[in-house]
């Protein structure tokens, strides 16, 4: 993960979203680059570890705006990212892009 700062707009960054069977829990990672990915994917073919729905995303695409209603019934704009993973991966993004 990025830590604040060393965000570079030139490059193409995704998340990666995977559940890891045992210990079972959820693995997300978002604003990897391409080498970062290929890294976690070796290691992962090279372990002796079982992950079932695995999911890539680009950053680009989960800055997409859907319309979903709110908890009172409006319809209200949000990003796709905050659509699937919620406040605190969108909060993560606004910090990292500042």
């Known amino acids: 993960m990025l830590n604040k700062g060393e965000y570079n707009k030139d490059v ?3 998340m990666l979203s995977a559940n890891k069977v045992n210990p079972p829990g959820w693995i997300r990672n978002p604003f990897m680059t391409k ?6 994917f070796l290691k992962i073919l090279m372990q ?4 079932r729905d695995i999911e890539l995303f680009s950053e680009s ?3 997409e705006v859907v319309f979903t209603k709110d908890q009172s019934g409006e319809l209200v704009e949000i990003t796709l990212r905050e659509y699937l993973f919620g406040e605190r991966y969108q909060s993560y993004s606004r910090r990292i892009r500042e």
Do not use: A
């Not at 080498?35 to 976690?40: A, C, E, H, R, Y």
């Not at 002796?48 to 992950?51: F, L, P, S, V």
């Open 12 to 14: 193409e960054y995704f």
């Open 35 to 40: 080498k970062q990915l290929s890294g976690w």
């Open 48 to 51: 002796d570890e079982e992950y």
């Open 61 to 63: 695409t989960l800055d």
